[in-house]
């Protein structure tokens, strides 16, 4: 069956140190994968995909995911954290051999980050 | 940049009551979808519609669900005798296209409590 882990309950960061944020996925062949943001009382907001190509994407806000096949990781990284950061971060995969509508979450990574 | 817009953010109701919860997705989108989030728990997929029907439902999704386009705007999640259990936050997101590579929106949620 296809998943998502986050190891982390919560990364605690410092503003401006980089941070990363893991993400671990168990898919049949080849994973179309996502990373959303919950800020506090709002929804989920897309933030970077990777579906093919480079294995380092790029998204919104300056984070960045890297794609690592062996491993099966898409950790989602920023250079410089901001205070601003601080939110809810679900990674989600969607099986191309399985269902469009399907996005399958991982349980979710607090990040704090403290300035 | 155009939204996806839930009401109420809160609803609370008694056990055995039907709820509505109401959805207005991005306007040139054609793909609509309810997730939910239990308290502490995984975002999950419910139910996935196009061109005016059910394309996939998970197991979560039974008969005390039904959704449905009432016109070309709203689209609603209907429970029909809550149970304590349906309490959770209830998302609604839209995407544009088919295709497993493309992002879906979210809405801000629907807070459900059942009591």
């Known amino acids: 069956a296809q998943s998502v882990a986050q190891p982390e309950d919560q990364v605690n960061v410092a503003e401006g140190n980089p941070l990363t944020v893991k993400c671990t996925y168990s898919?049949?062949?080849?994973?179309?994968l996502f990373w959303y943001v919950q800020y506090p009382n709002r929804g989920l907001q897309f933030l970077l995909k990777?579906?093919?190509?480079?294995?380092l994407v790029k998204g919104s806000y300056g984070f960045e995911a890297e794609f690592n096949k062996s491993q099966t990781s898409f950790h989602l990284k920023k250079p410089s954290a901001l205070v601003s950061d601080s939110a809810l971060y679900f990674c989600a995969v969607r099986d191309p051999g399985g269902s469009q509508g399907n996005l399958i979450f991982g349980k979710g990574t607090k990040l704090s980050v403290k300035p | 940049e155009p939204e996806v817009t839930q009401t109420p953010s809160h609803q609370v109701t008694q056990m055995g009551q039907e709820v509505i919860l109401r959805c207005v997705p991005i306007s040139n989108h054609l793909y609509f979808y309810w997730y939910r989030q239990i308290l502490g728990q995984k975002v999950e997929f419910l139910v996935s519609f196009y061109n005016n029907e059910i394309s996939e439902k998970s197991e979560i999704f039974d008969d005390q669900f039904s959704v449905e386009r009432p016109d070309g705007s709203n689209f609603t999640l209907k429970i029909r005798s809550t149970k304590l259990e349906d309490s959770a936050m209830y998302f609604c997101a839209s995407g544009r296209r088919t295709g497993r590579d493309s992002p879906l929106h979210f809405g801000n949620g629907t807070r459900l409590t059942v009591t």
């Open positions: 990777y579906i093919t190509g480079d294995n």
């Open positions: 898919v049949s062949g080849n994973p179309y």
